[in-house]
């Protein structure tokens, strides 16, 4: 698979934040690359210094052969990008704002076809001012487009929307790519990085710490299967879970507890025991598998949320 992002030891410094630290990766064409981390992570940073919105302190960026730095026009014509936070024009419909868009390339795609890429036909005559959360997202993405880019960038695309609407901008997400274009997602939702993304970033405090697909990062990390459940903080500062039958780590958050095991049946029934016999009472129990959330908890000690 052939780059067509390289990044090569890339800083950011604000004053004494180190917003991105000397990080180097590639994005292959075709692919669905993701950049997983938390608010304030740097994620923002590298993507908007990928796509010639911000400069970089020091390293190198190349775009589909083309120098960042020196050839940010030449770039962007070859891009899609799609902001974090997106102004529409709102007295203008939505096939109005595509139209005007187009108006700024050479090449576009048609209007029409935009619209029924990301599912808004009934909402083609609707001023933009009028959509919901999630109409609104669909056409950011759909301008992202308009000039038939061969990468496409989204930045947390999926932020503030509701369950329903985040699954439908996940469906032309993958439509996205299906067509042909490269897709750099940035996201702190780790089930998004897990249904999108071919590979994964993960991003901490401007470094990254981890870089493969999620079923490999997963795999990496834990063979264990995760036993999660609630009890109060006074029981859960009482009690300890090490000695638990098969149990190889446990980790608190808040009232939460997750016992990694490699024994569910053996750990569970300990576990209960230990409950009766205790007097503490296990409280929303689920068992489930490794996640991305349990690698980024492994290697920073704190949740993705923090």
């Known amino acids: 698979m052939s780059a067509v992002v390289e990044v090569r030891d890339l800083r950011k410094y604000y004053g004494e934040i180190k917003a991105v630290d000397g990080i180097s ?7 669905i690359f993701g950049m997983l981390g938390p608010n304030g992570a740097g994620k923002t940073t590298t993507v908007e210094i990928i796509e010639g919105l ?5 390293g190198q960026v190349t ?14 014509a070859r891009i899609g990008v799609q902001l974090q936070t997106t102004a529409l024009f709102p007295r203008l419909t939505v096939r109005e704002v595509l139209n005007l868009f187009r108006s700024f390339f050479p090449q576009s795609r048609e209007a029409d076809e935009l619209i029924a890429m990301v599912n808004l036909q009934e909402k083609a005559n609707t001023l933009t001012k009028e959509l919901s959360g999630g109409q609104r997202q669909r056409l950011s993405v759909a301008l992202a487009l308009v000039n038939q880019p061969e990468i496409i960038f989204l930045d ?20 996205v790519r299906s067509a042909g274009a490269t897709v750099f997602l940035t996201t702190h939702y780790m089930e ?3 249904r999108l993304c071919d590979r994964v970033a993960v991003i901490d405090h401007g470094r990254i710490i981890a870089l493969d697909s999620p079923e490999a990062l997963i795999r990496a990390h834990f063979q264990e299967r995760a036993v999660e459940f ?5 029981q859960a500062a009482s009690f300890s879970l090490e000695d638990l039958p098969a149990v190889t780590q446990v980790r608190q958050d808040g009232k939460t507890i997750t016992l990694y095991t490699n024994d569910v049946e053996a750990t569970l029934a300990a576990l209960f025991e230990r409950g009766q016999r205790t007097g503490f009472q296990v409280d929303a129990l689920h068992v489930r598998r490794a996640t991305l959330e349990d690698v980024f908890l492994k290697l920073t000690g704190r949740r993705i949320r923090d």
Do not use: C, H, M, Y
Not at 25 to 31: A, C, K, M, Q
Not at 68 to 76: F, H, I, S, Y
């Open 54 to 58: 911000r400069r970089a302190d020091s």
């Open 230 to 234: 609630e009890i109060n903080g006074q």
């Open 156 to 175: 947390e695309p999926t932020t503030g929307l509701d369950p329903q609407a985040r699954r439908s901008l996940w469906e032309v997400i993958e439509q």
């Open 63 to 76: 775009v589909l052969g083309l120098d960042v730095r020196r050839q940010p026009d030449a770039v962007k």
């Open 192 to 194: 998004e990085a897990e």
């Open 25 to 31: 990766f590639t994005v292959g064409r075709g692919e």
